[in-house]
């Protein structure tokens, strides 16, 4: 386990589709949101540190929306110290600029990395997350990356979709949560008339479909991490 690092989650910047603040503004506010002391209360465990879009993001109930990562604590270890620093509008690329120095801050034993939503240029993307996972080797933190889950018009992801993902983590030998197959069969299984129950629009979730998805996420995450099975 990492000694204590930075304290706190969050950087809700705003919504998919509007890029975060750039800058030492975006420095600054995850600073302050760091120190607000959003992250789950650190114990004995493993620290882990989210990085991501809105669709893993921290609202604390803001409009109607819940990230997937909010509530990702509840399936895994209670020991653990989950950092949720997804930001809202984010790709691989501008989290790489604006969000990395806040994730390595965190001192994590993990990182979960999941992208897609946004940004249309796979190559550069591609790039971004080859940069990721070096900066987190060279602290020794192990990475996890994860496919972007099916929205509710049945894509998944609009950016670096699944095949990059999957293929990044052939190319860095990293394992791969298969979220966009998991989300898809979950979807089917509840039938088009109970998506409004899951979704609050075409892509971000409610608490129910924040559940669904932190539920699947944890247990393969848990399979590659057996530390962190509750």
């Known amino acids: 386990m990492r000694s204590a690092g930075l304290e706190g989650t969050g950087l809700t910047t705003g919504r998919s589709g509007n890029p975060p603040p750039s800058g030492w503004l975006a420095r600054a506010a995850c600073v302050v949101l760091a120190l607000a002391g ?22 604390a109930a803001e409009g109607g929306i819940v990230g997937w990562g909010e509530v990702l604590h509840g399936f895994l270890d209670p020991d653990a110290a989950l950092f949720d620093l997804a930001i809202p509008g984010a790709t691989a690329e501008s989290f790489l600029r604006e969000g990395l120095p806040g994730a390595l801050a965190a001192n994590a034993d993990i990182a979960i990395v999941q992208f897609g939503h946004n ?18 080797r060279a602290r020794r933190t192990r990475t996890i990356l994860v496919t972007p889950m099916e929205s509710r018009d049945g894509i998944a992801g609009a950016g670096t979709l699944a095949a990059g993902i999957r293929q990044a983590g052939a190319r860095l030998d990293l394992p791969v949560v298969p979220l966009d197959s998991l989300s898809h069969l979950a979807w089917a299984a509840a039938g088009p ?33 057996p530390e962190l099975r509750p």
């Open 193 to 225: 008339d109970s998506m409004e129950l899951f979704f609050h629009d075409h892509v971000h979730l409610t608490g129910a479909g924040a559940l669904r998805i932190a539920a699947l996420a944890a247990e393969w995450i848990a399979r590659f991490e």
């Open 38 to 59: 959003c992250a789950t209360d650190p114990g004995g465990g493993l620290r882990v540190v989210l990085c991501g879009d809105s669709t893993m993001s921290h609202y």
């Open 119 to 136: 940004g249309n240029d796979s190559l550069r993307e591609a790039r971004a997350v080859d940069s990721m996972v070096s900066a987190f």
